[in-house]
């Protein structure tokens, strides 16, 4: 079993569609929790840390259910500038070490 | 700011040879960590350097890959002899030791293909 697992995809949705993605980890030591964005042949960006009480950042949303070891990212009117792959990424320290432990993936394309 | 920089963006090279990759970490950043991505699979810790020091390089594949941060600045990673399975994107990431959640910023990566 994969340590994050991520829907597999692809999503095609049309513009101004709310689109929600999915994620479970299955180490139950994992204390940090983030979507990270990843446009064709570039590098992961950081688009949100996950709260516990779950956090908002414009059109985005993000939960976290600590008991389901479940993340889950909300995306309301979606644009064409939201096609990317949306990786599920989890970090478990462990002896000071930060590495962070990512899911295969989901794409997203907003057609117009 | 500049990001994390990393060199060559690709680089083709045939099995059996040597490719040293290099990675620029942000100024300032004590951690620098090493991610490949093969084809089809997920992204995959490699090692962690805190500064010059080996923190952790539980992913290295095998001793074909050495990794160095010689003064705790850049950072190289070398694959020697490389073989086909090393194709994939190398990537790098930094980050700043003492702040909260650490967040991790990553270079655009090396593309590595062996033939």
């Not at chain 2, 699979?41 to 490699?46: A, G, R, S």
Request: hydrophobic fraction near 30%; aromatic fraction near 12%; charged fraction near 20%.
């Amino acid at each position: 079993r994969k340590e994050v697992e991520q829907d597999p995809g692809p999503f095609n949705v049309p513009e101004g569609a709310t689109v929600a993605f999915n994620c479970t980890y299955s180490n139950s030591a994992s204390q940090s929790f983030f979507w990270y964005r990843q446009d064709c042949r570039k590098e992961p960006k950081l688009l949100m840390s996950v709260y516990s009480s779950g956090n908002e950042d414009g059109r985005f949303t993000a939960q976290l259910n600590r008991a389901s070891q479940y993340i889950s990212l909300l995306i309301r009117d979606s644009k064409l500038s939201d096609s990317a792959t949306y990786l599920c990424v989890v970090n478990t320290p462990s002896f000071g070490n930060e590495k962070l432990t990512f899911g295969t993936g989901t794409r997203l394309t907003i057609i117009p | 700011e500049a990001g994390v920089t990393q060199f060559p963006s690709h680089s083709v090279i045939e099995k059996g040879q040597t490719v040293t990759l290099r990675c620029d970490p942000i100024s300032g950043h004590d951690n620098l960590y090493w991610y490949r991505r093969v084809m089809g699979k997920e992204i995959k810790f490699l090692l962690h350097f805190v500064k010059e020091s080996k923190q952790d390089e539980s992913g290295m594949p095998n001793n074909r890959f050495l990794a160095e941060r010689t003064g705790g600045t850049y950072s190289t990673l070398k694959v020697q002899p490389a073989e086909l399975e090393d194709s994939g994107v190398y990537f790098c990431a930094s980050s700043q030791e003492g702040t909260s959640r650490k967040t991790q910023y990553f270079g655009p990566g090396t593309r590595l293909l062996v033939l």
